[in-house]
């Protein structure tokens, strides 16, 4: 019987027989294997011991950690007396005693070469699976490099073209900066304008309301001066009637030593005084006012020179 020795890291190692004649034994991580290795390097179908003529061979199943001669993966291993194979992690030996090995020997003597052809063949199909697998993966390597390239293409067409509608952007906020403050700029000046403009206006108001207030001043100083000579007419008449009346009276009256002059004087202050309280009186009457103020004030406008009107800033 073929003693098989599974050993799983930190624990303790396995015996397995099986008769010399079992065409095949399963090893794996699943309960359904003959073999079942309880560890995480080991697929749930690893691999399978099959009797072969003139031996055993150990074959990979398709597992993920595959097997291993020497430290190197195998797809089928001849299995030899005191072999020391790895399962994954897991250390797998192989013995048989010495009966075993006469029966093997025999068979390797009767039919060795054909034996061997076909465990030959069986590599150079592994090894033809596994360059074609390469070149598959070596193809989807190619390929997606090629997308890579594709995608930092696209990026970079990305980031160019982002780059440039922020450099559109602030050129566009620029240009509105720039017409904005030509707005503002025109708009100042156009306020300037106004300001120089109302400034004009006003001084002409002004000028034209002084030229009104001097031709008032002068009609009513000519007015003024008209009434003065009308009263000096008046005064004088009234005057020349009294010289006369007195001339009269003392052509009638007798001369008394003298006394004629003192008395046409008196008369001449009390007819004055009498005519300036009717000025007084009619003059208030026409305006409610003083007459005597109005000649006060009418003094001091002809002593005080005219203001000037006040020139607005430019």
Do not use: C
């Amino acid at each position: 019987m073929p003693r098989i020795t599974i050993t799983v890291p930190d624990k303790t190692p396995q015996p397995y027989r099986f008769q010399l004649d079992r065409q095949k034994v399963t090893l794996g991580r699943g309960s359904e294997n003959d073999i079942a290795i309880d560890s995480g390097s080991i697929s749930v179908k690893h691999a399978e011991m099959r009797r072969v003529e003139g031996g055993h061979e150990l074959i990979d199943v398709g597992s993920t950690n595959g097997i291993k001669l020497d430290g190197l993966r195998h797809g089928v291993i001849m299995l030899r007396d005191g072999m020391s194979v790895k399962l994954g992690d897991v250390e797998f030996d192989f013995l048989l005693s010495s009966e075993e090995k006469e029966i093997i020997n025999r068979e390797k003597n009767e039919d060795w070469p054909r034996v061997e052809d076909k465990v030959d063949k069986i590599e150079e199909e592994r090894i033809e699976r596994i360059k074609e697998a390469e070149r598959i993966l070596e193809a989807e390597r190619i390929k997606e490099a090629e997308r890579i390239k594709d995608a930092e293409r696209v990026k970079e067409a990305e980031r160019f073209l982002e780059s440039e509608r922020l450099k559109e952007s602030e050129r566009i906020k620029e240009a509105e900066r720039l017409k904005e403050a030509e707005r503002l700029k025109e708009a100042e000046r156009l306020k300037e304008a106004e300001r120089l403009k109302e400034a004009e206006r006003l001084k002409k108001v002004e000028e034209e309301d002084e030229e009104e207030e001097d031709e008032e001043e002068e009609d009513e100083e000519e007015e003024a001066e008209e009434d003065g000579e009308i009263e000096k007419k008046k005064r004088k008449k009234r005057a020349k009637k009294s010289a006369s009346k007195m001339e009269d009276r003392e052509a009638i009256e007798p001369k008394s030593g003298g006394g004629g002059f003192p008395m046409l004087f008196l008369f001449l202050i009390l007819v004055a005084a009498a005519f300036f309280a009717g000025m007084a009186i009619r003059y208030q009457k026409d305006t409610g006012g003083s007459l005597i103020d109005a000649i006060k004030a009418k003094g001091q406008v002809k002593k005080t020179p005219a203001a000037t009107a006040p020139v607005p800033p430019k």
